[in-house]
């Protein structure tokens, strides 16, 4: 890959791509980072990999007669009979990783209690799962530390936490059933995942263990207390307040507009305040657990991440733990913090990326270390606190969060929320959002640019366009990107570049922190829309600070010049600042877009 380096007037911005690093000066000093970023693509996964997809007509099937998530409901209704419970099993996914309000593990620990068994649990660590999903090192690191909070939590409560490895994805199932079988497990407990792999492998899960209760026949497999062997699997909806795929219009059909599907939101959960209830702890196991289980209790570490999301450096791993501190309490600490300082001015500034007046809440909500239910719990706390006319001083715990019952900040922020939500609701609606196709199936017949230096440009933050050079550089030295930066990001790539959106997608799995399949393949989702970034910057950075963050190019260039300093300064001002020209031009670039989706998408037929 090409380097690019700048000079620049008193802070220095190296921003250069080398294979799995991205190296910037911070703009709050002149020492320079490696930022363990996963810029190139995993083995594996080269770009043609990358861009791999079904076809449209499998995408349909997928939607219909061949939907993972209604076979997997069924198969929830239809099991047989529940037997009599021995040890329990809560089985922890990549989106739970917590104690506090977790809807199967609290289930599983009253089965344990009802038949006198022992509560273990596990979690399954995939390092080729990693790979296959591009999960950032940001994201890898912090699930993994997430989880070990998490298991020496519930060692205080003689619960062991095991980790389950595999090297090969196709071993999942059999590494849970074998933990299964010798540990004498009479239930498996766990919280579905709304992806399509995920749910076609717990319908694999439900076929094992209806193959197994056959093939050893009625009364006659003996656990190790005698007891019959049979498994009950049983699911719980964990991720959301509200089901995905409960809301529907007036016609019947599910919502697929935000719009009423917030209003219905509300107006349930307004009507349902038993919806944010939340449930406490795991009871906890006799100590004498310790003892019967002690290969379960060993002093074995958590697994490392594997090579290829490894930090840069150690420093950079602090520094990025230090942004985003794991776990269950440094999450509660973030939200109370939040509602306590800046959720009053949360619309005001939601779009404004300098205020940085965001919760930063969305990796814990992407781990499950912080459930949304204990969230909105704690939200509604704080709702009606006098701000709104008519209101009452003491008026609180209403669970009304729309704009006329709630402070605006709260009802702006809620609403957010119920965004995360909607894209949950989504993928079961129209599961093939998760097989790298697009919701609208006809963008897959748009011909895209391969512009190489485009792409490179883009991913380095040097594009010669301030907002969206500002945006790149802040992914790569946090991890994280400010929402209203996404969008212009994502708009330009796929719009002004004409490139491929799956390969931005994909960039973003790559180093964000906070990567949600749900949220990133609905953020990505290509459209008509386009954002202009100039006029974009000029709302919502009205004194450039944001780009003078994180442009130190533009540090010294004033007033509005800093917006599009190629067409607002002189020919001599511009080449002083030692800054790109922009790659494409804006007017020019989205004309052909346009052109380009209307041509291509006119006649497809999906």
């Not at 922020?413 to 894209?423: G, H």
């Not at 991913?459 to 930066?485: I, K, S, W």
């Not at 954002?531 to 540090?555: M, T």
């Not at 067409?567 to 004309?591: A, I, N």
């Amino acid at each position: 890959m090409s380097y690019t380096s700048r000079s620049v007037a008193g802070l220095l911005l190296l921003c250069v791509r080398r294979r799995q690093t991205t190296i910037c000066a911070f703009p709050s000093s002149n020492t320079v980072h490696t930022v363990a970023t996963s810029t190139t693509t995993p083995k594996g996964h080269e770009d043609g990999d990358v861009l791999r997809h079904p076809s449209t007509k499998r995408a349909k099937e997928v939607d219909g007669a061949d939907n993972p998530y209604q076979a997997l409901l069924s198969h929830m209704e239809q099991q047989n009979p529940d037997p009599k419970a021995r040890n329990v099993l809560h089985w922890f996914r990549s989106k739970d990783l917590r104690a506090e309000d977790n809807r199967a593990l609290h289930s599983a620990a009253q089965k344990a209690g009802e038949g006198g068994g022992t509560l273990l649990t596990c979690f399954l660590y995939s390092p080729p799962d990693l790979t296959w999903h591009g999960t950032s090192p940001a994201r890898a690191d912090f699930m993994l530390e997430s989880l070990r909070l998490l298991r020496e939590q519930l060692r205080g409560l003689h619960i062991p936490l095991v980790v389950l490895t595999v090297e090969e994805r196709g071993e999942k199932v059999e590494r849970v059933v074998e933990f299964v079988k010798r540990h004498d497990v009479s239930h498996v407990y766990a919280n579905i995942e709304y992806e399509v792999d995920e749910l076609r492998r717990d319908l694999d899960v439900f076929d094992r263990f209806e193959a197994e209760g056959k093939s050893n026949g009625k009364g006659k497999g003996k656990g190790e207390n005698g007891e019959g062997n049979e498994v009950r699997f049983e699911l719980h909806h964990d991720q959301t307040v509200v089901e995905p795929g409960i809301l529907v219009t007036g016609s019947g059909g599910p919502h697929k507009v935000f719009t009423p599907y917030h209003r219905a939101w509300l107006s349930t959960i307004s009507h349902d305040p038993s919806l944010l209830d939340t449930v406490g702890l795991p009871r906890a196991n006799d100590e004498s657990t310790r003892e019967k289980f002690k290969d379960l209790f060993n002093d074995e570490a958590i697994p490392p991440a594997p090579e290829a999301k490894h930090f840069a450096s150690a420093e950079d791993r602090e520094r990025i733990r230090g942004l985003w501190p794991p776990g269950h309490a440094a999450g509660i600490d973030r939200l109370r913090n939040f509602l306590e300082h800046k959720v009053a001015a949360y619309a005001r500034d939601r779009s404004t990326p300098a205020a940085d007046g965001s919760s930063r809440l969305s990796p814990y909500f992407a781990s499950g270390a912080l459930s949304v239910r204990e969230a909105l719990s704690m939200a509604r706390e704080y709702n009606g606190s006098g701000d709104k006319k008519g209101k009452e001083k003491d008026d609180k715990k209403s669970a009304d969060f729309s704009s006329s019952g709630a402070d605006p900040g709260l009802a702006s922020w809620v609403r957010e929320v119920v965004f995360r939500e909607f894209y949950r609701h989504m993928m079961v609606v129209i599961p093939h959002n998760s097989m790298n196709l697009p919701q609208n199936l006809k963008f897959d017949f748009v011909h895209w640019e391969d512009d190489a230096a485009g792409w490179e440009k883009w991913c380095a933050g040097t594009l010669g366009v301030p907002f969206v050079d500002a945006g790149m550089r802040q992914l790569a030295a946090e991890a994280y990107m400010h929402n209203r930066l996404r969008m212009n990001t994502a708009s330009y790539l796929r719009t002004n570049l004409l490139l491929d959106y799956r390969r931005g997608e994909r960039w973003f799995a790559e180093h964000l922190v906070d990567w949600d399949l749900c949220n990133n393949t609905q953020g990505w989702e290509p459209s008509y829309t386009v954002f202009n970034p100039v006029s974009q910057a000029e709302k919502c950075d009205p004194h450039g600070d944001y780009i003078r963050r994180w442009v130190p190019e533009l540090k010294g260039v004033k007033g509005k010049a800093v917006f599009d300093p190629y067409h607002r300064l002189s020919k001599e001002e511009f080449e002083k600042l030692g800054y790109p020209k922009p790659h494409v031009d804006y007017k020019e670039s989205k004309e052909r877009c346009i052109q380009r989706y209307k041509q291509d998408m006119a006649d497809a037929d999906p």
